[in-house]
């Protein structure tokens, strides 16, 4: 009975790991058939077992992912600007219910709600990533440790990915591409001689933490108003900040030079696809809003007006002092000029008229 129950959560951690392969494989085999489909294209511009057919395959599967969840971005972009937007007010529940945990959070959630604000929309995005991710690891994981037969040609049970199964020549075609002299499907890690792959991963998991970087300090410093900077958000962003740079450093290591050049590319594509919301559209109160202003009026525009159409709203026009003191006064000197001549009609009489009878004698 002891030995059931010990081999019990063995089972279930066997059975849970074949559900999740069984879930994953529609991602293998997606994006197996988007990076063959490209290497195919790429294949009459470049020579297909060139390194640099693979990785812009991968580059292109990249944009492709990227485009689908722009939508996605917005809203995150969005949701992260309006949660920064509402500290003040947070600021204000935390000082009046800061002792009562419950009523706390149950007046912030209901202050999410008048404000239409959802915390976890800015993490649909990276969430919506993660299986992709994991399925593109696995994919050159399984590539690389895949021994191919000699001479091979046809099914390959040990790969992931339908479109690789089905050909050994593009496993062995992807297992010899070298960029700079570096194996895409390898890793940093182990190291048996440093050579090619350790440079090669090495710069790219540099330059992938530093657009990183870029990144977030471009979000705090730009779009971000100073009242938001000294709340509970802001300093969970400072955290992030060296947070995620760190992790992706050292978790790169082991991650195959392919998958390290897919971070690369999202994340630089983050970095500019950031950069044009926050200089078109940038959250108002910020340093951006303050430049984005600026700009409107020196083209002629007004930003109060770009804005209220921007929020579905009818811009109201900002009254003129000194034009509402004069047409307060027309407006009272045609008043009492229109009593007056009330008061004229009023007081004129017509002449009086006698009586018949009196006419008469």
């Known amino acids: 009975m002891l030995t059931l129950l010990s081999l019990l959560p063995l089972n279930l951690w066997d059975d849970f790991m074949r559900l999740l392969d069984a879930m994953m494989q529609p991602l ?26 693979w990785a812009l395959s991968i580059v292109l599967l990249t944009v492709v992912i990227r485009t689908l969840l722009i939508p996605l971005f917005v809203r ?23 002792t009562d945990r419950e009523k706390l959070g149950q007046e912030t959630m209901k202050l999410y709600k008048e404000e239409g604000v959802n915390p976890m929309a800015s993490c649909m995005p990276i969430l919506l990533q993660m299986p992709i991710f994991i399925a593109l ?15 091979a040609t046809g099914y390959l049970p040990t790969v992931l990915g339908h479109f690789f199964q089905q050909d050994a020549t593009l496993v062995t075609s992807l297992q010899k591409a070298t960029l700079f002299g570096a194996h895409i499907s390898q890793t940093f890690l182990p190291i048996t001689t440093f050579g090619a792959t350790q440079i090669v991963a090495l710069v790219l998991i540099v330059l992938m933490t530093g657009v990183l970087f870029i990144t977030q300090m471009q979000l705090m410093r730009k779009n971000m108003p100073p009242d938001a900077m000294t709340g509970p958000m802001a300093q969970q962003q400072k955290m992030m900040l060296y947070m995620f740079p760190a992790m992706y450093a050292v978790g790169g290591v082991n991650i195959p030079i392919g998958v390290l050049l897919y971070w690369l590319t999202t994340n630089t594509w983050n970095m500019g696809q950031q950069y044009i919301l926050i200089h078109n559209n940038p959250a108002p109160g910020t340093p951006a809003y303050i430049d984005w202003e600026e700009r409107m009026r020196a083209r002629g525009k007004d930003p109060d007006e770009i804005a209220a159409k921007r929020r579905g709203a009818t811009k109201r026009p900002v009254a003129d002092p000194a034009k509402v003191a004069r047409q307060s006064t027309a407006t009272e000197s045609g008043a009492s000029g229109d009593a007056g001549v009330q008061r004229q009609v009023i007081q004129r009489q017509q002449p009086r008229k006698n009586p018949r009878a009196a006419r008469k004698k």
């Not at 969005?78 to 000082?95: G, I, T």
């Not at 690891?137 to 001479?151: A, D, G, I, K």
């Open 28 to 53: 293998y085999w997606a994006v197996s058939g988007v990076m063959v489909g490209f290497h195919w294209l790429l294949g009459f511009v470049f020579d297909p077992n060139w390194g640099g057919t």
């Open 137 to 151: 690891f696995n994919v050159l994981n399984s590539v690389s440790r895949t021994v191919v037969p000699e001479n």
């Open 76 to 98: 995150q972009i969005n949701s992260a600007r309006n949660m920064q937007m509402l500290q003040p007010k947070l600021k204000e529940l935390n000082a009046k219910y800061g």
